[in-house]
């Protein structure tokens, strides 16, 4: 049953091959049994499961599900969900209990999903490694002994290792796609503001953006179609009607435009990579796309400006947390000065402070022109380069990532080597737009993932376009051994 994907699982369950408990209980089982080796999740939550597999059960029985009722998914730890444990990867909010769902949440309930969990992930998903998480990092299921990128690795190793049919990833800087990469698995980050982040513990709010993480585009057109749309909770969430996702997937490709930035294929890229996305790119010419070259001349701004933007956001969002209202209080404050002190002191992490460090330098009065600002005009100008490169093409395809997964501890002493394995992901969420990973082979017997970026709310051509690729290929079909057999 864990072999099939969420569009197979919801035709097995209408057609009563199996029910949702006897799903929901095989899927906690190999939770119980495989994760102690990969720690991709911080917690289960087997009641809630049951007890949501037992009402979709009830609803398939009268003919009321909908194409997520009774499917087994987790959530990454960084949406809230009432009484359950929210610790966003974080000693910080170890202790919190949310008192209430996320916008995401509350609708994979509504659609009669099961939520198995929450899953591991980087320390307020700052990471690319998810290392940083409070709970130990997460093995990547086809080497345990190399990361599953981050920050949403536990999303991308679950779903990899048939531990969940679908997880929910977050997206400032590359962390749906790079772990998805990585991984082996399907990953869509959408356009900024077409889901709702109310309930999504803010990081770097003009960047935070959630996504599915499945095996197939198919998959993650199910799951987007119930996360997309507006509320009104979220004031940057975007009120525009959601398409169907799904009822586009099967269009052809004839006379797509596909770009390559020149700037993606350049120094530092694994030349492994480079021909397996040249590969994918011709299997694409053979569905009927042509392929141009095109420019990305701002590129190489993209890691700098982000690392100035995202601690500036993060440095003002994790100011909340400070030992008085939840989260990590510490023993015995002398005052509120060391409250305050020790509280975050002990409650954040290494690469968390590192952040919160950077950012409020950055923001401080005298240097707030020469960063800050400055960083926002990289980022207007990067904008730039992307509009006016889908004025000559439809979709734009490159590497995910530099690398396949890399060994703990190779990047952990370096923060610089860390953040650069999203160079070709972090461009796209300064300019908030859609993008992809999809598997297109291995190198060295680790997954490679392409990226696919298209312009503002194209989710449907995107999705689109990485099915028809997944209906001539079977990159996505791969299943880590030993691990997922
Ligand atoms: N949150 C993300 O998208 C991950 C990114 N690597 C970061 O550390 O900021």
Same mark, same amino acid.
């Given at each position: 049953m864990h072999r099939k994907t969420i569009a197979e699982l919801a035709a097995g369950l209408e057609r009563k091959e199996f029910s949702s408990v006897e799903l929901t209980q095989t899927h906690l089982a190999r939770i119980e049994r495989l994760d102690p080796i990969l720690n991709s999740f911080i917690t289960t939550t087997p009641e809630i499961a049951l007890a949501q597999a037992r009402a979709a059960d009830e609803r398939i029985a009268k003919g009321e599900a909908g194409p997520l009722t009774g499917i087994p998914i987790a959530q990454k730890d960084i949406f809230c969900t009432k009484? /359950?444990? $929210? @610790?966003?990867? @974080?000693r910080m909010l170890d202790n919190f209990i949310s008192p209430y769902d996320a916008c995401v949440v509350e609708r994979f309930s509504a659609a009669g999903a099961v939520m198995l969990g929450k899953l591991n992930m980087d320390e307020f998903a700052m990471g690319s490694s998810n290392e940083t998480s409070y709970y130990g990092p997460v093995k990547n299921p086809w080497n345990t002994g190399t990361v599953p990128g981050g920050s949403s690795g536990g999303s991308a190793a679950a779903v990899a290792a048939r531990l969940a049919a679908g997880a929910t990833g977050t997206d400032t800087g590359g962390s749906i796609r790079q772990p998805a990469a990585f991984c082996g698995i399907t990953g869509l980050k959408p356009t900024y503001g077409r889901i709702s982040r109310w309930g999504m513990i803010a990081f770097a709010s003009s960047l935070d953006q959630a996504g599915p993480m499945a095996r197939t585009a198919e998959d993650c057109a199910i799951m987007l179609q119930t996360m997309a749309g507006f509320d009104e909770r979220d004031s940057t969430c975007v009120d525009r009607p959601v398409p169907d996702y799904c009822a586009a997937l099967a269009n052809n490709l004839d006379g797509l435009r596909i770009g390559l930035p020149k700037e993606f294929f350049g120094e530092g890229l694994d030349p492994a990579i480079a021909s397996l996305i040249q590969e994918a790119v011709d299997e694409y010419r053979k569905l009927g796309a042509t392929v141009k070259e095109v420019s990305l001349p701002n590129m190489h701004l993209s890691v700098p400006a982000y690392y100035v933007v995202a601690p500036a956001e993060c440095s003002s969002n994790l100011a909340r947390f400070d030992g008085v209202r939840f989260g990590h209080r510490c023993e015995n404050p002398a005052d509120l000065a060391d409250l305050y002190t020790r509280s975050r002191g002990e409650g954040f992490g290494a690469e968390v402070k590192r952040r919160i460090l950077i950012g409020t330098y950055a923001l401080s009065a005298g240097y707030y022109d020469a960063y800050y600002l400055k960083a926002q005009k990289v980022r207007r100008l990067i904008s730039e380069d992307f509009r006016r490169a889908f004025e000559e093409v439809d979709v734009i395809m490159g590497p $995910?990532?530099?690398? /396949?997964a890399f060994e703990f501890g190779a990047k952990s002493a370096d923060p610089i080597a860390m953040y650069l394995s999203d160079i070709y992901t972090i461009a796209v969420n300064l300019a908030g737009l859609p993008g992809m990973s999809i598997p297109v082979g291995f190198a060295d017997g680790l997954p490679v993932g392409m990226q696919i970026i298209g312009g503002y709310f194209s989710e449907d051509r995107l999705l689109n376009v990485a099915h028809r690729y997944q209906q001539a290929t079977d990159w996505h079909t791969h299943v880590p051994t030993g691990i997922a057999d």
């Open positions: 009484g /359950v444990r $929210t @610790s966003c990867g @974080s $995910t990532a530099p690398s /396949v």
